[in-house]
């Protein structure tokens, strides 16, 4: 399948179209859009009081693929898009969704699917892959006719928008925190990811209370409220196993050359402590596309910087936003004399 890309009139070929059901995934979507007033509000907790909270649209947009619950600022400029976690939804970007410098910027805030308030996928062998995952991200842009997109994820979130990389012509830029650009196979992996007992959960489907009072900890660190494992507690059994086993088994495209090799800026963002993903491999990658030459530490940080430091990640995040708006972080052509014959 080739999808016109209006914005760069040229054509291209997402990187799922070799997969089973993969070009059914980018029809377009239904055109009913269901608002909910009043206004959704983040659970109070210490952490995520409701200081400077704007007030946030809370709606569900109908696709092909289930209704997507979306999170919307609604003012502001460039579109931003922060998409979570396994096992999260977006209300764990409370601290961004209240954060002054974001909100120069329109905040587009979604449940993937089988988690928070969207719908469980009808299809979870597919629907939850990383590469169904990206499809449900594209068929809500389309949706929402959003032009010239920043896609910040997390982890999980990370994955999925490495798949939209070059294949969804409203990208402007990525951010990504916590997710490792994996090369295919099991080696890239390897090379990843920090393997141990406790990653185990990130993968297991029916997790008791204290197993995802565990999970949180490891994901959020131990500051993370335990009102929080409601919304472990609360995803489709089947999204968890499903998810790791499409990045672990490569599923999808080469994550480090698309993101080496990208048309759009590539925000590269790690903590320092990461229990998950390697820090020492997301410093190694290099490529035109990564802003400003390469990925950004966040010192002291674990697997979730935006939540362990997040007026850093914040400036950080808006900086980079700010640069993809304005050209001042475009890609630089490749010099052809580097190019490997």
């Known amino acids: 399948m080739t999808i016109s890309c209006r914005r760069r009139h040229i ?28 206004v959704i ?3 109070q907790t210490g952490k995520v009081s409701g200081l400077g909270m704007q007030d946030i649209d809370s709606y569900k947009v109908e696709t092909d693929l289930g209704r997507i619950a979306v999170r919307d600022t ?26 002054a410098g974001l909100r120069d910027f329109r905040l587009i805030v979604p449940d993937l699917p089988g988690h928070g308030n969207s719908d469980n996928s009808a299809h979870p062998e597919t629907g939850y892959s990383v590469s169904g995952l990206a499809s449900a991200t594209a068929a809500l842009i389309e ?31 990525v951010a990504i925190p916590g997710a490792p650009p994996l090369v295919q196979g099991g080696l ?38 335990s009102e ?14 499903v998810a790791m086993r499409s990045i672990v088994s490569g599923q999808g495209c080469d994550q480090r050359d698309t993101v080496e090799s990208s048309p759009v800026p590539v925000c590269l963002i790690q903590g320092q402590n990461d229990p998950f993903a390697r820090t020492g491999y997301v410093t190694g990658i290099r490529g035109n596309a990564i802003y400003e030459g390469g990925c950004k530490v966040v010192a002291g940080a674990g697997h979730a910087p935006f939540f362990d430091a997040p007026d850093e990640f914040n400036a950080l995040l808006a900086r980079f936003v700010r640069d993809v708006a304005s050209g001042k972080a475009s890609v630089a052509p490749a010099d052809p004399m580097r190019i490997a014959v």
């Open 188 to 225: 890239g992996t390897i090379r990843g990811f920090h393997f141990s007992r406790d990653m185990l959960l990130a993968s297991k489907a029916k997790l008791m209370e204290h197993e995802a009072l565990r999970y949180l900890r490891m994901t959020l660190g131990p500051d993370a409220p």
């Open 228 to 241: 929080f494992a409601d919304m472990i507690l609360r995803a489709d059994p089947q999204s968890r196993p």
């Open 143 to 173: 949706e929402l006719g959003l032009v010239n997109c920043v896609v910040a994820g997390w982890s999980l979130g990370g994955h999925v928008a490495i798949e939209l990389l070059g294949a969804h012509c409203s990208i402007a830029g």
């Open 11 to 38: 054509a291209f070929t997402p990187p799922w179209c070799g997969y089973v059901n993969g070009a059914s995934k980018m029809r377009a979507v239904s055109r009913r859009v269901f608002l909910h007033r009043p």
């Open 74 to 99: 609604r003012g502001g400029a460039m579109p931003l898009i922060l998409l979570h976690g396994a096992g999260y939804s977006g209300d764990v970007f409370a601290d961004q969704m209240k954060d």
């Open 41 to 43: 509000s983040v659970a």
